[in-house]
T-cell receptor, first 109, second 112 residues
Framework: EDQVTQSPEALRLQEGESSSLNCSYTVSGLRGLFWYRQDPGKGPEFLFTLYSAGEEKEKERLKATLTKKESFLHITAPKPEDSATYLCAVQAEGNKLVFGAGTILRVKS | DAGVTQSPTHLIKTRGQQVTLRCSPKSGHDTVSWYQQALGQGPQFIFQYYEEEERQRGNFPDRFSGHQFPNYSSELNVNALLLGDSALYLC???????????FGSGTRLTVV
C-alpha cells in the first residue's frame, strides 16, 4: 500500500535558523513527489514537483531534494511568514495523490 | 485568471442529512479530484472525475458520490451524514497530460 510519513510533526525555529523537513515514502511506480504549503483554513498551495532521484528544485528560501526513499524540504534562514503546514504527497498509479500528515512549522522573530 | 473555486465556504448540517458541495476548476483544467481533510491530518483522496465519469476512487463508502458537468465543474454529494464526516473538503483540478494540481480553499463541513 502506498504510504507517506512526514517528520517531525511540528518544528519551532527562530528566525534565521535553517532546518530540514523529511518525507519518507513507499509507493509502487512513483510518478511524482509533491510539496505543498497550507495555511490555516486554506487549501494546499503548490511548491514543487520532483520526478526522479537526485533531482533538486529551489524557490526563494526553500529547496526540495529527492532520493529513492525520501525527500527533504530544506528551509534556509526562515522568516515568520514561512510559518505554515508543509505537506508532502506522492502520485502513484492512476492520478490520485497520497499525502502525509504534514509538518507544522512555526518561525519566531 | 481564477483558480479553483469552491462553494460554500462553510456549512453546518445535522446527522442523517444530505449535503452537496460544488467546485469550478481552474481555467484550462479538465480533471477534478475531491479530497477530505480531517483536523490535523493530510488530505485523503475521495475520487476523481474526467470526461464526466468517475475514473478513480479512494476508500470511501457509497454515501459519497459525485458528478462532473460538461463545463468541467463538479459536485460532491454525501448522504446520511455522520459526525465523522466533519472535515475540510478540498477540490483539486488538473489538466490531462500534466502533473500539476491546483487546490481550492475548501468547504468546511461541520456535522452536529
Amino acid at each position: 500500500e502506498d504510504q507517506v510519513t512526514q517528520s517531525p510533526e511540528a518544528l519551532r525555529l527562530q528566525e534565521g535558523e535553517s532546518s530540514s523537513l523529511n518525507c519518507s515514502y513507499t509507493v509502487s511506480g512513483l510518478r511524482g513527489l509533491f510539496w505543498y504549503r497550507q495555511d490555516p483554513g486554506k487549501g494546499p498551495e503548490f511548491l514543487f514537483t520532483l520526478y526522479s532521484a537526485g533531482e533538486e528544485k529551489e524557490k526563494e528560501r526553500l529547496k526540495a531534494t529527492l532520493t529513492k526513499k525520501e525527500s527533504f524540504l530544506h528551509i534556509t534562514a526562515p522568516k515568520p511568514e514561512d510559518s505554515a503546514t508543509y505537506l508532502c504527497a506522492v502520485q502513484a498509479e492512476g492520478n490520485k495523490l497520497v499525502f502525509g500528515a504534514g509538518t507544522i512549522l512555526r518561525v519566531k522573530s | 485568471d481564477a483558480g479553483v473555486t469552491q462553494s460554500p465556504t462553510h456549512l453546518i448540517k445535522t446527522r442523517g442529512q444530505q449535503v452537496t458541495l460544488r467546485c469550478s476548476p481552474k481555467s484550462g483544467h479538465d480533471t477534478v479530484s475531491w479530497y477530505q481533510q480531517a483536523l490535523g491530518q493530510g488530505p485523503q483522496f475521495i475520487f476523481q472525475y474526467y470526461e464526466e465519469e468517475e475514473r478513480q476512487r479512494g476508500n470511501f463508502p457509497d454515501r459519497f458520490s459525485g458528478h462532473q458537468f460538461p463545463n468541467y465543474s463538479s459536485e460532491l454529494n454525501v448522504n446520511a451524514l455522520l459526525l465523522g464526516d466533519s472535515a475540510l473538503y478540498l477540490c483539486a483540478s488538473s489538466r490531462t497530460g500534466y502533473h500539476g494540481y491546483t487546490f481550492g480553499s475548501g468547504t468546511r463541513l461541520t456535522v452536529v
